[in-house]
Nanobody
Framework: QVQLEESGGGLVQPGGSLRLSCAAS????????MTWYRQAPGKEREFVAS????????NYAHSVKGRFTISRDNPWNTVYLQIDSLKPEDTAVYYC?????????RGKGTLVTVSS
């Protein structure tokens, strides 16, 4: 079955960086676009970034453009989110998603807390 496992979150000071990873299994990873979303406490889920199957194309939310970079390693079935210049408003649980056979799958998420 489809499994997505995020990692790499933590507590970081404003201006800091983190690299989130999402290990995927249960489907042919290279055939599917991947997406990162986040959900802050008390807020709705928010799109962060998406990447094409080959990694040649990516889209970003306006709020993260220029600070976040999505990438993927197809041989390793992993998608990454490099997050730089972190701000307190980036505090959220970050999830990776795949839309597979009509179903939106996501992992359990990884918590990013930006605080001094």
């Amino acid at each position: 079955q489809v499994q997505l496992e995020e990692s790499g979150g933590g507590l970081v000071q404003p201006g800091g960086s983190l690299r989130l990873s999402c290990a995927a299994s249960g489907f042919i990873f290279r055939n599917y676009a991947m997406t990162w979303y986040r959900q802050a406490p008390g807020k709705e889920r928010e799109f962060v970034a998406s990447i094409s199957t080959t990694g040649d194309s990516a889209n970003y939310a306006h709020s993260v453009k220029g600070r976040f970079t999505i990438s993927r390693d197809n041989p390793w079935n992993t998608v990454y989110l490099q997050i730089d210049s972190l701000k307190p408003e980036d505090t959220a649980v970050y999830y990776c998603h795949v839309f597979y056979q009509g179903v939106d799958f996501r992992g359990k998420g990884t918590l990013v807390t930006v605080s001094s």
